[in-house]
Structures are given as structure tokens and as C-alpha cells.
T-cell receptor
Framework: DQQVKQNSPSLSVQEGRISILNCDYT??????FLWYKKYPAEGPTFLIS?????DKNEDGRFTVFLNKSAKHLSLHIVPSQPGDSAVYFC??????????FGTGTRLQVTL | DTGVSQNPRHKITKRGQNVTFRCDPI?????LYWYRQTLGQGPEFLTY????????KSRLLSDRFSAERPKGSFSTLEIQRTEQGDSAMYLC???????????FGSGTQLSVL
């Protein structure tokens, strides 16, 4: 029962272009969403989050969009840089406070 | 600024042996979480503590697994009679009670031969 889904296992984007990573969820009780970035042999690092009362949150080059009716969120990275190459995990939480993660999308930013 | 610390970073053991991992959270954080991650999957929730109280355990946490946080500071995760299916990255995270953002350690990579 995968409550948080990232259907694209990998994505390749040229440096300077926009990267768009997508995430879908099924549990209506989720009300807070986060994106984490993970490099090999390291733990996930928090990137950006959004509450269900908002539809957009921006932090520098990173913007997260939330569409509650579609149960869909996306992470936009503009402009993409080679250092952004990593695995990105979408996560969601409700009242329980534990995070439920998706399976991740490997982003490769090419020169 | 010390983050979440996990030891050891790597552990190789033979099937049937017991292993114990340690996690030191960020000092002011009163919530501590254990997750497990296998190849190609996202982190899966195992259990969490608020201070010294273990508030929730996943059904993934079989009887062979036990976690403690005796004084509300560091935590240990023990796996008894390890099986090859236990091979995974074990991640620890901590947070403030009122903040859903989790800070993760670098994990302990367990290989059961």
C-alpha cells in the first residue's frame, strides 16, 4: 500500500534548465508535505516543505506546488545545477507526525 | 552545531548474530525516529520515541527488533538473530515535537551474510 508515489524513478536535465519532480499521494489525512534530497552514503537532507493550507512555497531556486484536489505535488528547481544531482524523496505526514516517503526520483543534471 | 550521529556507519555480520546500533540525536530534540531503507525504496518508518517513551511501532518491527531510549537522549536499535532480509540502511532522525521536519543521520549500513 504505497501512500506516497513517485512514478518517475529517474530524470535527466541540462544545467540551467528547469527540473520538475512529481509526487502523488492517496491518504486524505496528509496535511504537511516535504521534499528531501539524498546523496549516496548519506542520510536524507531536508529541502523544502509545504502545508496543506498553501498551494505554493518558494525558497531560492526551489519551489513546491501543492494541488490538494488532485493529491499531487511537484518540486521545481530553477535553474538546475550539477550539484543538484541526487535522489529526491517526497514525504508526507498527518497528525501522527511520522513521515511516509515515496520511492524517490534520481535527478541527474548534465553539463 | 552537531547533527544526528549514528554508529557504526557500516556493520557486516553473519546470519543469526545479534547487532546493536546507536543514535545520538540533536540535543534539544525530544523526538527520535528509526527508519529502514532498502535499495530502490524510500525510507520506511520503524518506530519513534518522544523523550523516553516509545509511542509507535511499525508492523515491520518484528519481535527480533527492539529499540530503547532510556534517558530520552541517545537511542539503540538491536536486531536479534539477524536474517539476510535485514540487510538495509538503518536511519535515525530527530525533531522537535512541534515541528514535522526531521533531521537524519548518515545511517548504519547493515550487511547480513
Amino acid at each position: 500500500d504505497q501512500q506516497v508515489k513517485q512514478n518517475s524513478p529517474s530524470l535527466s536535465v541540462q544545467e540551467g534548465r528547469i527540473s520538475i519532480l512529481n509526487c502523488d499521494y492517496t491518504n486524505s489525512m496528509f496535511d504537511y508535505f516535504l521534499w528531501y534530497k539524498k546523496y549516496p552514503a548519506e542520510g536524507p537532507t531536508f529541502l523544502i516543505s509545504i502545508s496543506s493550507i498553501k498551494d505554493k512555497n518558494e525558497d531560492g531556486r526551489f519551489t513546491v506546488f501543492l494541488n490538494k484536489s488532485a493529491k499531487h505535488l511537484s518540486l521545481h528547481i530553477v535553474p538546475s545545477q550539477p550539484g543538484d544531482s541526487a535522489v529526491y524523496f517526497c514525504a508526507a505526514t498527518g497528525t501522527a507526525s511520522k513521515l511516509t516517503f515515496g520511492t524517490g526520483t534520481r535527478l541527474q543534471v548534465t553539463l | 552545531d552537531t547533527g544526528v550521529s549514528q554508529n557504526p556507519r557500516h556493520k557486516i555480520t553473519k546470519r543469526g548474530q545479534n547487532v546493536t546500533f546507536r543514535c545520538d540525536p540533536i540535543s534539544e530534540h525530544n523526538r527520535l525516529y528509526w527508519y529502514r531503507q532498502t535499495l530502490g525504496q524510500g525510507p520506511e518508518f520503524l518506530t519513534y520515541f518522544q523523550n523516553e517513551a516509545q509511542l509507535e511501532k511499525s508492523r515491520l518491527l518484528s519481535d527480533r527488533f527492539s529499540a530503547e531510549r532510556p534517558k530520552g537522549s541517545f537511542s539503540t536499535l538491536e536486531i536479534q538473530r539477524t536474517e539476510q532480509g535485514d540487510s538495509a540502511m538503518y536511519l535515525c532522525a530527530s525533531s522537535l515535537t512541534t515541528n514535522e521536519k526531521l533531521f537524519f543521520g548518515s545511517g548504519t549500513q547493515l550487511s547480513v551474510l
